[in-house]
Nanobody, 119 residues
Framework: QVQLVESGGGLVQPGGSLRLSCAAS????????MGWYRQVPENERELVAR???????HVADSVMGRFTISRDNAKNTVYLQMNSLKPEDTAVYYC?????????????WGQGTQVTVSS
């Protein structure tokens, strides 16, 4: 059984910062690409940032220069440092990871963590 557990969401004022964490656990053989997505009601889930096992990153234009993705391969954990937050960053943030177990390779999702940017 594989799980992705997110933490770090909450309420922050515009211009503030938050750091999200997502840890993968369970019967894991390898963790490949990891990423963060976000979704607001009635909209599709959108990519925020992704990072490969080797550390290559891709960040959405809407958060470029404000958000940074990183990972700790030893801990199977991915982070999203969010600075200069704006009200339009308000969403549920989901962690995603391509994980290989002994029997399969699959895209797993976390349960989501709410980020609210408001004064």
């Amino acid at each position: 059984q594989v799980q992705l557990v997110e933490s770090g969401g909450g309420l922050v004022q515009p211009g503030g910062s938050l750091r999200l964490s997502c840890a993968a656990s369970g019967s894991i053989f390898s963790v490949y690409d990891m990423g963060w997505y976000r979704q607001v009601p009635e909209n599709e889930r959108e990519l925020v940032a992704r990072i490969t096992f080797g550390g290559n990153t891709h960040v959405a234009d809407s958060v470029m220069g404000r958000f940074t993705i990183s990972r700790d391969n030893a801990k199977n954990t991915v982070y999203l440092q969010m600075n200069s937050l704006k009200p339009e960053d308000t969403a549920v943030y989901y962690c995603n990871a391509r994980i290989e177990t002994r029997t399969t390779s699959y895209d797993y999702w976390g349960q989501g963590t709410q980020v609210t940017v408001s004064s």
